[in-house]
């Protein structure tokens, strides 16, 4: 029992994900398949980039609620220059997520302004500017050399799915083999105790949400390439998911404990039950309840209810 419950947040995610996986099968026998393994790879690969960036502030028990709208902004901004430019402007969407970024880490550090209020914020901020440079309308992106690195297979995988892969393998280093790493788990334990023991915690705020800012931009460079277009909302449908993900994976909102590698499998849970749901032609409406459902009762179980100051 006491390892189960030291390790809960690990195996209960990963547990509910082999469930997902039986039930699915059982109810359809097209389920469990390649052609729909490497579907669920290619659905995943954006959130799972999205999901990373929004795990570094949870961490510290925090919030980004901006990433979908740094998906949209970088997006469009990159877009509409693409036709003047050329496709190649498009390498600048993770740094336009950068400077998003230190925006929100400078708001929230040194301004002392709670993460959930200035990235709520900022994330109408971005997505006004999205819309000004687009005057809200599409913007279609052509094939081009560029894309043609993003797009398509490698052997059949995704190289999309690719990029999110070389995405984790360097945040979990960053994670668990840095000093920044190890100062936003310090954090998201205590702040307060971190403070006094000498971790510069205004700096590593910032240095994690422009981790984030950079994450986001990148997914926003993904999806464009992914979908062949920007619009006004690209990024709306992620936020909640990318959250919803990191929880799920047993990353709470607490912070403290979790991490990128947590994060791959909820964002599984979701992308499976999603294509699940679908395969089982379950109504659109009612996904969205069940998707609902899930996320409260995630929350429920991986939130430390002795740190219910949530969102610093």
């Given at each position: 029992m006491g390892f189960l419950r030291e390790h809960w947040n690990t195996a209960a995610p990963f547990g509910a994900l082999i469930v997902l996986v039986v039930v699915f099968t059982l109810m359809n026998s097209t389920f469990l398949t390649k052609n729909n393994g490497l579907n669920i790879l290619s659905q995943s690969s954006v959130l799972l980039v999205l999901a990373i960036a929004a795990t570094f502030p949870i961490l510290m028990g925090s919030i980004d609620l901006s990433i979908g709208a740094i998906v949209t902004l970088s997006a469009s901004v990159c877009a509409t220059l693409a036709q003047q430019y050329g496709a190649w402007v498009f390498l600048l969407c993770p740094f336009i997520g950068l400077i998003c970024g230190l925006a929100n880490g400078l708001l929230v550090s040194y301004a002392k302004l709670p993460s959930f209020l200035v990235t709520l914020g900022t994330s109408f901020t971005f997505v006004g500017i999205a819309k000004f440079v687009t005057d809200g309308r599409p913007v279609p992106v052509a094939v081009s050399d560029l894309s043609q690195w993003f797009t398509g297979s490698i052997f059949g995988i995704p190289k999309v799915s690719l990029w999110a892969v070389v995405a984790l393998v360097l945040t979990t280093l960053i994670a668990s083999r840095t000093r920044l790493g190890r100062y936003m788990y310090a954090i998201g334990g205590n702040e307060l105790t971190s403070r006094l023991s000498g971790v510069p915690v205004d700096r590593t705020k910032v240095y994690a949400f422009l981790l984030t800012g950079f994450l986001a931009g990148a997914a926003g460079l993904l999806?464009?390439?992914r979908v062949r277009s920007s619009t006004p909302d690209l990024g709306d449908a992620f936020l909640l998911l990318a959250i919803a993900a990191v929880v799920m994976g047993g990353t709470p909102l607490s912070g403290g404990v979790g991490g990128p590698l947590r994060t791959v499998t909820g964002v599984l849970i979701i992308t499976t039950l999603s294509n699940g749901m679908v395969i089982g032609a379950?109504?659109?409406?009612?996904?969205?309840?069940?998707?609902?459902?899930?996320?409260?009762?995630?929350?429920?179980?991986?939130?430390?209810?002795?740190k219910l100051d949530l969102v610093k």
């Open positions: 999806q464009v390439f379950v109504h659109p409406f009612l996904q969205t309840v069940v998707q609902g459902l899930v996320v409260v009762i995630a929350v429920a179980v991986t939130l430390d209810r002795k």
